[in-house]
């Protein structure tokens, strides 16, 4: 008998039971916004739409990419700042938007820390120290000790005050004691055009941007930046080799607004770093002289903190400022 009422209760239950679950809500269960605070063609922009379109495949929801560029970055990261933190408005940050403008600029329209939550780190775009081939310096302590007997006479050119090119370049003055000019310009590819010319001695460049040249011999490549040698030129040191503690990351990151839910952005660590893993995505990588650093959103969040210590230091060092 009390078998048969067990029964009864749990059948009565069950109908019950049924809606409460169906009603909750599953993420996702609405398209996906990614805003790209830089311009179409990027690093930032070509992996933020292959992690899009990869997520619209696993889950069935689109995924939009919406380009908001201007302010280095801080004008389409104060957009996710200011979304509900609910998943479905993310940003594909940078070290920029969520390192370096909180010290490179007077005022900023959110709080680097407290207005996201680190979800993934997507990608390294490995840096590469490289001189016109006119330069007598084949090895990094060459280069200190070029640098040393002229003071002055060897300048960098960079992408614009306060990019990862120039802040690497004041990086390797600080470390090194060494007096070299920068010559800043409106984008990296007019900097890279004035150093295969030899306007200009060297650049702390992305890989993506001076590898083709390094291949054709058009540059000569001293050092990566990041802490170990790139699979794209693996016979070339890195600068922390001579120059022990140097490390530039020019890495991108996916954050969210504060407050989303830990499980979304767990689901959202998950799926994005099994994307990275996949052979075809490294593959591209590779190509590309990029690098995907697996780390859980914890981890993310206390690299972005070391990041944002870091480059305080060197951009007040250095006495940068920009308008």
């Excluded at 009390?2 to 749990?10: C, E, N, S, V």
């Excluded at 992996?47 to 801080?74: C, H, M, S, Y």
């Excluded at 054709?216 to 070339?236: E, H, I």
């Amino acid at each position: 008998m009390r078998k048969t009422i067990a029964m009864l209760i749990g059948a009565a239950m069950l109908p019950m039971a049924t809606p409460a679950s169906a009603q909750a809500p599953t993420y996702p269960d609405k398209p996906i916004r990614i805003v790209v605070p830089f311009a179409v063609g990027g690093i930032a922009d070509t992996f933020g739409r292959e992690i899009g379109k990869k997520l619209t495949e696993a889950w069935g929801q689109p995924v939009i990419i919406d380009n908001r560029t201007g302010a280095g970055g801080n004008i389409g990261a104060d957009i996710v700042a200011k979304s509900p933190p609910d998943g479905y408005t993310l940003v594909m940050g940078n070290i920029g938007t969520h390192a370096v403008n909180l010290s490179l600029f007077p005022a900023m329209p959110f709080d680097t820390i407290k207005d996201f939550t680190p979800i993934v780190h997507v990608l390294d775009a490995e840096g590469l120290l490289v001189v016109n081939p006119s330069i007598k310096a084949t090895t990094v302590p060459e280069l200190i000790a070029l640098a040393r007997s002229q003071p002055d006479k060897l300048s960098y050119g960079s992408g614009g005050v306060g990019t990862t090119s120039h802040l690497a370049g004041e990086l390797f003055k600080s470390m090194t004691k060494v007096d070299i000019v920068h010559v800043p310009y409106k984008g990296n590819v007019p900097a890279i055009t004035d150093l295969l010319g030899g306007q200009t001695s060297m650049a702390f460049a992305t890989m993506p941007t001076v590898l083709p040249q390094v291949r054709a011999g058009k540059l000569r490549p001293l050092a990566v930046l990041g802490t170990a040698r790139s699979p794209a030129l693996p016979d070339v040191p890195t600068v922390a080799e001579s120059v022990p503690g140097f490390e530039v990351s020019n890495w991108i990151g996916l954050f969210g607004p504060a407050g989303t839910p830990s499980a979304i952005v767990a689901r959202l660590n998950a799926e994005v770093q099994k994307i990275m893993r996949s052979p075809e995505i490294q593959k591209r990588l590779e190509t590309e002289g990029a690098k995907f650093i697996p780390m859980t959103p914890e981890q993310f969040a206390t690299f972005q903190k070391s990041e944002l210590t870091k480059w305080a230091k060197t951009i007040k060092d250095a006495n940068i400022k920009v308008d």
